[in-house]
């Protein structure tokens, strides 16, 4: 009986262990080697990942920026209210830098924190190449077009 429970916990160590390892090799490799499911290198970098990041914001006119370690995460732009609602235009990017989608936002606090899409959106492809029209009311999306 001891020795059963001595393979098993050798083989749970070593599964969790493994899983470890390929979640250490996933998170220590450019976007470059990320492969999709038909085996083609995917484009696509790695989410945004916020926690630990330091936030930087860069005001100029009517446009904040806000920086997640030097690279540009949103561009906030010419925020309004008009009766009691805010809105704002907002570009969101990529942590390759690359464009991911802009179109307006609506909010209560802050265009970030708390932001629905609303109206027309474009959205950008890995590349940064317009993948198409999203149309939202409110968060909910209405319709999609493909350029």
Known sequence: ???????????????????????????????????????????????????????????????????????????????????????AYIKEYRTNKMLQAEGIAVYHEHPIVDYVRHDEWIIYDCFGEIEGIVTYNNGVEISKTAE
């Open 1 to 87: 009986m001891r020795s059963f429970i001595l393979i098993i916990s050798l083989l749970w160590f070593s599964c969790s262990s493994s899983s470890v390892k390929e979640q250490d090799d996933i998170e220590h490799k450019s976007h470059q080697d990320f492969i999709n499911v038909e085996g083609n290198t995917d484009p696509c970098p790695p989410e945004w990942v916020a926690t630990g990041k330091t936030l930087e914001q860069k005001f100029n006119d009517s446009t904040e920026q806000l920086f997640l370690d030097g690279t540009l995460w949103f561009e906030i732009i010419s925020p309004t209210e008009n009766d009691g609602v805010s809105f």
